[in-house]
């Protein structure tokens, strides 16, 4: 019985474990950047919690709601739509009760989530042809993620003009991470993926530098990793490792830096 719990769990669980650095480390940075120590915020509150709750359970309706319309147009097999219906209601419900309260609260979250809601809908669209692996819907799924950071520092009582530099040096690092997984996985034999990697992320150094320029050492290693290790071999949890230690990276130089 323990063990099918445990199947059951992961079954419910999104399949696309890269997701999750990218969920946590943007929300978690803008948490502790609006500390108040430059400015008026007044650091982590008791909101941010049902909010992380609120944002995690979000996503995961999200992913099962669009595999079910994926599979709704494309399975012959009735029951595997079927299978995504109850962790997509529970969660949404599970978003529902820890997120709308903080309406009350913070009624522009309601402008926060419209904002989004375009990009969902383009991940939806992309689910719904097939085609969740494109490029092009990696990066629209970055754009809501490294948004958090501004959520979350506004919960705090931090000043989104102080959040926009940490927000673009997330969306820098995440948005690389998308052309470079590739490289290593499913486009590994592909010598234009590998070249728009590694022109993106020399872009990128610059590009951090005028964020911060302590940033740069820390994108040139990004860089670095975007030009080595394509063709290496790496097993795909090595992939993952790396790609979860150089989100712990950012977070820290965030955290440090802003």
Not at 117 to 129: E, Q
Not at 133 to 162: E, F, I, K, Q, Y
Not at 221 to 235: E, I, S
């Amino acid at each position: 019985m323990g063990r099918k719990r445990r199947g059951g769990l992961r079954s419910w669980l999104p399949n696309q474990h890269g997701a999750w650095a990218m969920l946590a480390v943007p929300f978690v940075a803008g948490v502790f950047l609006s500390d108040g120590s430059d400015g008026p915020g007044t650091g982590p509150r008791w909101a941010h919690l049902p909010l992380f709750v609120a944002w995690l359970a979000g996503y995961v309706a999200a992913f099962h709601a669009q595999q079910w319309i994926r599979l709704r147009r494309l399975s012959r097999n009735p029951r595997a739509p079927r299978r995504h219906v109850r962790p997509a209601l529970a969660a949404a419900a599970v978003s529902a009760l820890c997120g709308v309260p903080l309406l009350f609260v913070h009624p522009w979250l309601l402008v926060a989530a419209a904002c989004a809601a375009p990009f969902v809908a383009l991940n939806t669209y992309y689910a719904w042809r097939n085609k969740e692996r494109a490029l092009v819907n990696g990066l629209a799924a970055v754009v809501p993620a490294c948004g958090m950071l501004l959520v979350t520092l506004r919960t705090g009582g931090g000043s989104l003009a102080d959040g926009w530099r940490p927000a673009l040096a997330c969306l820098l690092f995440f948005a690389g991470t998308v052309p470079y997984v590739k490289t290593m996985i499913r486009e590994r034999d592909s010598r234009a993926y590998h070249r728009a990697s590694v022109a993106y992320h020399a872009l990128a150094v610059p590009a951090a530098y005028a964020l911060n320029p302590w940033l740069a050492p820390l994108f040139a290693a990004y860089l670095a990793r975007a030009v080595l290790l394509p063709g290496k071999g790496l097993k795909v949890p090595v992939v993952g490792a790396v790609e979860v230690t150089g989100a712990v990276l950012l977070l820290a130089a965030l955290l440090l830096l802003f």
